[in-house]
């Protein structure tokens, strides 16, 4: 443990969301150590900040977290933070992961109408491939257009060309926004992660004791099922897959869905080791087809 007080260097990506989640998530950090009497940010451009090509041309694995990362391995910040759904799905040899506790990890639609009533050939916009490849398999009908920038520029579109946009609920949360509606599981599956804050330290830092006070075991319970499922599978933020683990006590269940081309293939299952039920789930998948 550290011997003097000391301010907290947050390493995260400096968009408005990026700062709100790192801001709420050290504060927490703080307010749970006594040695910490504050917090400074050290704001960090990724490649996914500057690049506005679409995911799927430029790749999404590592995308918006490896300059914060190179950042924290420098020496330059003392944790970093990221959206977990961000991360490549294994886990960094050098570093140790921490979880807060998940808020709502449901994708979510806003538009002019309710989901349901879509008129036919609806133009969508999302930047994510597994957003858009659900979309396709729930309304053949729908167009989905690609689209990138912060919350509010997507949210905007939808008073210019676009009859609704796909977000994450946890990034509106966080950014104080009660916009739209929560999309079913049935109807949408979320990304591994999604809802969840990781915060990462160099392994062996006196920073992992101040980040034990804050790990929220049941959130770690089903990060931990949905990060194994991508890692065996080999998937990454361009594959069109959902992963969501519910934890209720000692037991997780897993809930997995891979939409390609004309194809859903999914399976739900439960289980006191998430590991292995991961795991087992992945190579289903891949017995099932499913090459990523």
């Known amino acids: 443990m550290m011997a003097d007080m000391h301010i907290l260097r947050v390493g995260t990506r400096t968009s408005d969301l990026a700062l709100a989640q ?8 703080v307010d749970a150590d006594p040695n910490l009497e504050g917090f400074e940010i050290v704001g960090i451009t ?10 799927s041309q430029i790749g999404g694995t590592g995308l918006f977290t490896s300059a914060v990362r190179d950042a924290l391995l420098a020496g330059e910040c003392d944790v970093a933070i990221h959206s977990a759904k961000d991360l490549p799905a294994a886990d960094h040899p050098e570093l140790s992961m921490y ?9 979510v639609f806003i538009g002019h109408t309710d989901y349901r009533g879509l008129p036919y050939g609806a133009k969508i916009g999302t930047g994510s491939p597994r957003r858009a490849a659900q979309l396709r398999h729930f309304r ?16 905007a579109r939808i008073h210019d060309d676009l ?4 977000l994450a609920r946890a990034g509106l949360l966080r950014l104080g926004l009660d916009e739209g509606q929560d999309l079913p599981y049935e109807v949408m599956v979320p990304a591994a992660g999604q809802g969840t804050i990781a915060i990462e330290t160099v392994k062996g830092s006196p920073f992992e004791q101040s980040l034990e006070r804050i790990d929220h075991a049941t959130t770690r319970l089903e ?6 499922f991508m890692t065996i599978l080999g998937a990454g933020c361009t594959t069109p897959v959902g992963v969501l683990g519910e934890s ?20 739900r299952r439960s289980s006191n ?3 292995k039920l991961a795991t087992d789930l992945a190579e289903e998948f891949v017995k099932r087809g499913v090459r990523v």
Request: proline share 5%; aromatic share 2%.
């Open 46 to 55: 990724t490649k996914g900040d500057t690049d506005r090509s679409s995911l």
């Open 140 to 155: 053949k009908d729908i167009q989905v257009v690609d689209i990138r920038g912060n919350v509010p520029t997507r949210i």
């Open 99 to 107: 979880f807060p506790e998940r808020v709502s990890p449901h994708d």
């Open 22 to 29: 790192a801001s709420a998530a050290a504060q927490e950090i």
């Open 273 to 275: 080791n998430p590991v």
């Open 163 to 166: 009859d609704g946009v796909i």
């Open 223 to 228: 990060i931990t099922a949905e990060r194994t």
């Open 248 to 267: 209720t006590g000692k037991t997780v269940a897993l809930h997995a869905r891979y939409t390609g081309e004309g194809s859903k293939i999914e399976i």
